[in-house]
């Protein structure tokens, strides 16, 4: 107390507040949320690179690729989706995303840090993370076709 008894705001009066000076709230525009603003926690893609790590401690894209296709081929939503005609980019986020909630154990995951893990993965070796994945969904979309 004794060290702002100087100062300037103490000799102020006290503030009258009437009812035509309280503002509205104004209703915020949604913002756009950019990639870069997505957060994933690290616990859950943590829980990812453990679960394909190689006997060398090494992130195997090869073991990833072999599980997600292992998956596709056993989900019957999956093989739905393909007598469908369903695109392949459909087909891959929902294989991916579902990968991802399980290992995780988060099934709060949403699309967008779902595509942030997958981005963070790709960085570690630039070779494109799906891409035995991508090949099996296209190569299951031609079979559905014949």
Known sequence: MNLTIGMPYRKQRSVKVTEDMV???VEEAEETIEQEDIVVSYEDYDKI???YLDKNGVLSYDLLNKDFIKFMKSSTIV???IAERESAGA???YVIGNRY?????NEDL?????ARITELLDEVSPKGVFK????EI???LGDAKK
């Open 101 to 105: 909630r399980n290992i995780t154990g």
């Open 91 to 93: 087909i891959r986020d």
């Open 23 to 25: 503002a509205t709230p």
């Open 110 to 114: 949403t699309e967008g840090q779902i």
């Open 138 to 140: 296209r190569k299951s």
């Open 79 to 81: 093989g739905a989706m």
């Open 49 to 51: 690179v453990e679960k």
């Open 132 to 135: 035995e994945l991508n090949a």
